[in-house]
Each structure stands twice: as structure tokens, then as C-alpha cells.
Antibody, heavy 121, light 106 residues
Framework: EVQLLESGGGLVQPGGFLRLSCAAS????????MTWVRQAPGKGLEWVSI????????YYADSVKGRFTISRDNSKNTLYLQMNSLRAEDTAVYYC??????????????WGQGTLVTVSS | DIQMTQSPSTLSASVGDRVTITCRAS??????LAWYQQKPGKAPKLLIY???SLESGVPSRFSGSGSGTDFTLTISSLQPDDFATYYC????????FGQGTKVEVK
């Protein structure tokens, strides 16, 4: 059974940092690109970042470029999101997700439960 | 960047109604489009991928169509469990979500 389990969320002051983790199981992790998606309270879904299965290709939304870094450790089946210079508008539930079709960058059939990041003084 | 425009933003309907939600891409995305259903406090659930492929386990009353820039999600006969928010997602170039359509009780 595929499982994605996020952790690392919490309350942080503006300008601070957090590192989110997503522990994956039940599939060959290194074969799939992984994505972070976020959802601000009461708002819609926002794509944040994607990393290839090997970890050598990454892309970011303009809203987080230069502040967030996506990475993965295929030996630990874990995805990460390092979030620096956090702003109030980064407050959201952060989900990790994986695509149904290997190599696709969307069509996510598995999602984690989400971890809440709150940026506030 | 590819923008996704979803309409309507809110839809009031009754059980048994045929419901249609549309999504328009700012440029061609071929068939790289997915539809999701989301309920409060839950992660999104994949309904349709590659514009018209039904995800395993999803009831056949859900269907997707379109290619290029214009796409449609249809619920043929709305059921009580279908009241939720629906999102489209393009994945031709990175990924972008539509702003969502809330299907509410009329």
C-alpha cells in the first residue's frame, strides 16, 4: 500500500525557516518524480515544486523561487522541502504527492495527509 | 506560465442533476489535464487523468473530455457524496491548478 507521510510543519516567525519531510512507502520511490502542493486556509490548491526521480531536475513556482529548496534522499525514501525567508503568505497546508503515471508531472493519485505551516509573529 | 481558468466558481445543484464544470488553459496543453475532488480537511482525490481517463475506483458517473485548451468534467447524476470542491490541473508544463469549483446544495 502506498503511503506518504508529511512532517515538520509548525508555527514560525516571518523570516524564519522550516524543513518539511515526506516519508514514502509502498512503491519504488526513485522511479517517480515528487511534488509539493500547498493550500492556504480557505483557498485553492497551489503547485509549489517538483523534483525528478533521480533528484537532478527541480522546478519551482515563482512565488517560492529562491526561498524554497526541494530535495530527496532515495536511500531513505524521503522527500524534503527546505523553506527559508518565510512570509505570512506561505501559511498553508503542505502536501506531498506522486503521479499515477511514471514520468508525469501531474495526475497525482497519492497524496500525504498534509502538514500545516503557520507563519506569524 | 500556463494559466487555468475554471468555471463556475460555485455551482448550486440538486441530487440527480447533471453537472458540468469547465476548465480553459491559456495555451494548448494537449491532454495533460487532471480533475480532483476535495472535501474539507482532506487531501484532493484524483478523479480523471489525461483529460478523459477515469481513475480506478471512481464511479462512472464522472467523466472528462476535451483537449488542447478546453476541458470539461461532467457528473451525470449528482449524488449526495459529490458535494465538494473540484479542481482541474494542467501538467503539460510543470503544473497549475484551476481556482476550484464548489458544488453546493441548491
Amino acid at each position: 500500500e502506498v503511503q506518504l507521510l508529511e512532517s515538520g510543519g509548525g508555527l514560525v516567525q516571518p523570516g524564519g525557516f522550516l524543513r518539511l519531510s515526506c516519508a514514502a512507502s509502498g512503491f519504488t520511490f526513485s522511479n517517480y518524480g515528487m511534488t509539493w502542493v500547498r493550500q492556504a486556509p480557505g483557498k485553492g490548491l497551489e503547485w509549489v515544486s517538483i523534483i525528478s526521480g533521480s533528484g537532478d531536475v527541480t522546478y519551482y513556482a515563482d512565488s517560492v523561487k529562491g526561498r524554497f529548496t526541494i530535495s530527496r534522499d532515495n536511500s531513505k525514501n524521503t522527500l524534503y522541502l527546505q523553506m527559508n525567508s518565510l512570509r505570512a503568505e506561505d501559511t498553508a497546508v503542505y502536501y506531498c504527492a506522486t503521479p499515477k503515471v511514471m514520468g508525469a508531472t501531474g495526475g497525482f493519485d497519492y497524496w500525504g495527509q498534509g502538514t500545516l505551516v503557520t507563519v506569524s509573529s | 506560465d500556463i494559466q487555468m481558468t475554471q468555471s463556475p466558481s460555485t455551482l448550486s445543484a440538486s441530487v440527480g442533476d447533471r453537472v458540468t464544470i469547465t476548465c480553459r488553459a491559456s495555451q494548448s496543453i494537449s491532454s495533460w489535464l487532471a480533475w480532483y475532488q476535495q472535501k474539507p480537511g482532506k487531501a484532493p482525490k484524483l478523479l480523471i487523468y489525461e483529460a478523459s481517463s477515469l481513475e480506478s475506483g471512481v464511479p462512472s458517473r464522472f467523466s472528462g473530455s476535451g483537449s488542447g485548451t478546453d476541458f470539461t468534467l461532467t457528473i451525470s447524476s449528482l449524488q449526495p457524496d459529490d458535494f465538494a470542491t473540484y479542481y482541474c490541473q494542467q501538467y503539460n508544463s510543470y503544473s497549475t491548478f484551476g481556482q476550484g469549483t464548489k458544488v453546493e446544495v441548491k
